[in-house]
C-alpha cells in the first residue's frame, strides 16, 4: 500500500502559525533589559572598587563589557548575562601580549561574597569564570563561603599549581569517530561543572587526598545493536543534572551571570551574531524559535552533555547561509565592502587579529541595515515557517521517502563540521584533525575536547563550539531533530502525530538518583 504523499503547504502553515505563538513568548522584555543593565552597572562598581582596593600590576581599571545572547539580541526571558572583564592597561603595547593576572579572579569572587552575593570561580571550564548570582538563598550562600574558606586556608603554592606533566599517550583511535565512541564518552569529565569527579577546586596536594571512583559498568555505553537502537545505558542519564550544595538553581536567587576573564574573541563573535542579526528580519525569529524549542526538550545545556546557546545560534547562522535557496543571509566574513580610500583601508587592516586569530568582518552595522533594506542582501522570500521547515529536514538528516526530485541536502553528523567562515558553510572532520577526543591537563582542570559534534568557531578556528557534546548528549540532539521531522511529516497527511512540537519533556528518574538528590539537599 502506498505512502501518503507529504503535504509541504500545510507543514508550513503549521510552522508559520507555530512561530506567531511561540515567539512573542521568548521575547525579552524592555524591563528585564534594564533591570539587567542595573545590575551589570552595580556589579562593575564593586569589582572596580576591589580592583582599586587590592589589586596591583600593570592594569589601572578594568570594565564589564555584555556579550553573547543578551548583546547580541538572541536572549531570551530569563538568560543568564556573559559579561567579560576588560582591562585598561598601563601599557597599551601590553594588551595583546599579557594575560590578566591570575589573583584577580579571587579578589572579585571575594568581593562578590563581601556584597552577599552569590561568587563562585569555576577554575576547571576552559577559561575560568566567576559565576555569580544577585540573591542567593542563605543555604546556597553559605556554602559558597565555606568554599571559599577552603581555598583561603590553602598554602601559597597550592592556590595557584602550575601544570601537570602530560598523561602517556592514550592507545591510538578509529581515525575516524562513529555515532558511538568506543571509548566511552559516557564517563564525565572535569571540563565543566556537572563533569568530573568531585574534586574540591583546591590544588594537587588536595586533589591527590581525593579518590577517583572505581569504573563499574554503569560508567560505559554498550555499541549499538544489529537492530540499529540507539544504546542504552545500565545507568539513566538526565537531560538536566541534579544540582549540587554549590550550585545555583534556575530561579528564586535573582538576575544571574557568567563573567569572563579571557574572552576577548566573545566580544567580536557576539558583534559578529548581532550583524548577522541585521542582515535580514527573519534571523531573529529563526533564532528565537530555535533556542525555545531546544530549551524546552531540554538539550540545550553544555553542563549537561548536550549544546549550548551560542552553538544553536550557529547551527542556525549555518543553515541561513549556506543551506537555503538563495540564502538569506550573506557570509559578512567574506562580504566585507572594499575600502575606497586611504582612512578606510587603514580601519580595515586595524585591530583585526586577536590573540592570534583574525577577526576580519563586515562589522559596520548602519551599512548593513542600508544593504538590508534597500533588498541588496537575499533575493529569498520564504516564510519564517518554510525556513524552519528546511532547517529540521537539513539536521534530521533522513531521506524524503517517496518525494520526487533532486534530494534535499542534509548534514552528515559523523563525519561533517559545521564551518559558518567557510564558503559552502562545511568542512571535514578528517581535514581538520577532529577525529578522536583530545584531552589537556593542568594541576587546576581537564579539558577534554570531544568531536562527536563539531562547529567551528568563526574565528577561534581550532575550537570546537560543541566539544562538551557527549555521546549520550548528541544522541539527544539528533532524536529530538528526527521526532520534530516526524510530527512534522504527519501534518497534512491525515495521520496523528506523536505530540506536538514543543511539548514538554518528562524525563524519568530512578530511585537511586532521587535517593541521591534527597542526600543532597540535606548535605
Not at 572596580?48 to 600593570?58: I, L, M, P
Not at 501534518?491 to 542526600?519: A, N, T, W, Y
Amino acid at each position: 500500500m502506498a505512502q501518503p504523499r507529504e503535504n509541504p503547504i500545510a507543514q508550513v502553515e503549521y510552522l508559520d502559525n507555530l512561530a506567531a505563538q511561540e515567539i512573542p513568548k521568548v521575547e525579552m522584555s524592555l524591563a528585564e533589559l534594564e533591570e539587567k543593565e542595573t545590575f551589570r552597572r552595580q556589579l562593575e562598581s564593586i569589582l572596580q572598587h576591589a580592583f582599586a582596593e587590592g589589586h596591583t600590576g600593570d592594569m589601572t581599571d578594568i570594565s564589564l563589557v555584555g556579550f553573547g545572547s543578551l548583546a547580541s539580541g538572541f536572549g531570551i526571558p530569563g538568560s543568564d548575562m556573559d559579561l567579560a572583564v576588560v582591562p585598561v592597561w598601563k601599557d597599551n603595547s601590553k594588551a595583546e601580549k599579557v594575560g590578566i593576572d591570575r589573583d584577580l579572579p579571587r579578589v572579585l569572587e571575594r568581593a562578590v561574597l563581601d556584597a552577599k552575593m552569590g561568587g563562585r570561580l569555576l577554575t576547571r571550564t576552559r577559561v575560568p569564570i566567576l559565576k555569580i548570582c544577585q540573591n542567593p538563598t542563605e543555604t546556597l550562600y553559605s556554602a559558597l563561603l565555606d568554599e571559599r574558606k577552603k581555598w583561603d586556608e590553602l598554602p601559597e603554592e597550592e592556590k595557584y599549581p602550575g601544570d601537570l606533566p602530560p598523561e602517556p599517550s592514550p592507545q591510538p583511535k578509529p581515525s575516524v569517530e562513529t555515532d558511538v565512541e568506543r571509548s566511552t564518552e559516557a564517563t564525565h569529565h572535569a571540563d565543566s561543572p556537572s563533569f568530573g569527579q568531585d574534586f574540591p577546586e583546591l590544588g594537587n596536594k588536595a586533589a591527590a587526598k581525593a579518590k577517583p571512583k572505581p569504573r563499574t559498568r554503569d560508567d560505559s555505553i554498550k555499541v549499538d545493536s544489529p537492530t540499529g537502537q540507539h544504546p542504552r545505558s545500565e545507568k539513566a542519564w538526565m537531560r538536566e543534572k541534579v544540582i549540587g550544595p554549590l550550585d545555583f538553581p534556575k530561579t528564586g536567587v535573582g538576575i544571574q551571570c557568567d563573567v569572563n576573564f579571557e574572552n576577548t574573541l566573545g566580544i567580536h563573535n557576539t558583534h559578529m551574531l548581532r550583524c548577522y542579526s541585521l542582515t535580514d528580519p527573519r534571523v531573529r525569529p529563526m533564532v528565537l524559535f530555535v533556542k525555545s524549542w531546544a530549551k524546552t526538550r531540554k538539550i540545550n545545556s553544555a553542563y549537561s552533555g548536550t549544546l549550548n546557546s551560542y552553538g544553536w545560534v550557529l547551527m542556525v547562522l549555518h543553515y541561513l547561509v549556506n543551506i537555503a535557496q538563495p540564502p538569506v543571509c550573506p557570509n559578512l566574513q567574506h562580504s566585507i565592502p572594499q575600502p575606497t580610500d586611504l582612512t578606510a583601508l587603514e580601519q580595515f587592516f586595524k585591530e583585526t587579529t586577536i590573540s592570534g586569530y583574525s577577526v576580519r568582518f563586515w562589522r559596520n552595522e548602519e551599512e548593513i541595515i542600508q544593504a538590508a533594506q534597500s533588498g541588496r542582501l537575499s533575493q529569498n522570500r520564504q516564510t519564517v515557517g518554510a525556513l524552519l521547515r528546511g532547517f529540521f529536514q537539513y539536521y534530521a538528516s533522513i531521506s524524503p521517502g517517496n518525494n520526487y526530485g533532486p534530494r534535499p541536502p542534509q548534514f552528515y553528523w559523523t563525519s561533517e563540521v559545521l564551518s559558518l567562515r567557510t564558503p559552502g558553510g562545511i568542512q571535514t572532520k578528517q581535514s581538520k584533525g577532529w577525529v578522536s577526543a583530545t584531552t589537556k591537563i593542568t594541576a587546576e582542570k581537564k579539558v577534554t575536547n570531544r568531536y562527536l559534534f563539531a562547529i567551528e568557531d568563526p574565528f577561534e578556528l581550532d575550537h570546537n563550539v560543541a566539544r562538551t557534546v557527549t555521546h549520550r548528549g548528541i544522541v539527544a540532539i539528533r532524536d529530538e531533530f528526527r521526532r520534530a521531522w516526524r510530527i512534522l511529516r504527519a501534518i497534512g497527511q491525515g495521520l496523528q502525530p506523536e505530540g506536538g512540537i514543543f511539548d514538554e519533556v518528562v524525563m524519568k528518574r530512578s530511585r537511586l538518583e532521587i535517593i541521591s538528590e534527597c542526600i543532597v539537599r540535606l548535605c
